[in-house]
């Protein structure tokens, strides 16, 4: 489309928490061709009352270039009209927001695919890492990746 | 002098964040890396220890083990990412 402008790809690490209508809202300003939007928002669990919270680290300039990475690859493969990435570091209790995906496109299902895919590239490609502290005060171990989230992968190959 | 980065486990078990190393001119690739670095003492040979585990990122980009590493700004070795 001639004139249309580029699809904004926004990505921030932040120790604050985000405002998931406001990002949409933002994301989505102006853009009139935008159909459907699909917003994720991951939290942290309890673990039935096991954990007190979780720790996120991660290796501050890698972790927003892989993101803005993962998430021009999603512009590109569903033709995007804008896509937000929001994580958060630091300590994060139960019930508090970790990470937010909100994809916007022509269509529902580039909608949902693009949220989709930028969430799975995310959870095995960005350099972020989660330890949990646990309700009795005892510091937990790292949280150990897992092969679902590789085998998530492999739909989009 | 080459910019290490360590993070989470590996941090832990090197002891430390981040260092600045001469390395030895036949530590050409990552997997070199790793292997030199077992050398010079237990925390690294633990955090290290099983090598295949070891993400190894360079200049903020994934590579894999057999990657050369000349001129690496910075190298970054870490565990599988659990993020999201």
Known sequence: MAGAAPAPVIV??????FDAAAETARL????????????FTGLCRDEGG?????????YPGMAEAEIERICR?????FSLLGIAAIHRIGRIAPGENIVLV????????????GASFVMDYLKTAAPFWKKEHFADGSEGGWVAAKDSDDTALAKWS | MTRLVYFA???ERIGKGEEDIDLPADVTT?????SYLKTLGDGYAHAL?????????????HVEHDEPIAGAREIALFPPMTGG
Request: charged share 25%; hydrophobic share 50%.
């Open chain 1, 12 to 17: 921030r690490v932040q120790r604050d928490d």
């Open chain 1, 50 to 58: 096991r954990l007190s919270a979780l720790e996120l680290e991660h």
């Open chain 1, 102 to 113: 909100i994809a916007a496109a022509p269509h529902r299902r580039a909608a949902f695919d």
């Open chain 1, 73 to 77: 690859t999603a512009v590109t493969r």
């Open chain 1, 28 to 39: 989505v300003a102006g853009r009139a061709a935008a159909g459907a939007i699909v917003s």
């Open chain 2, 9 to 11: 486990w590996v941090r």
């Open chain 2, 30 to 34: 990552g997997a070199a890396l790793l």
């Open chain 2, 49 to 61: 220890e099983h090598e295949s585990v070891i993400r190894i990122a360079i200049n903020h980009e």
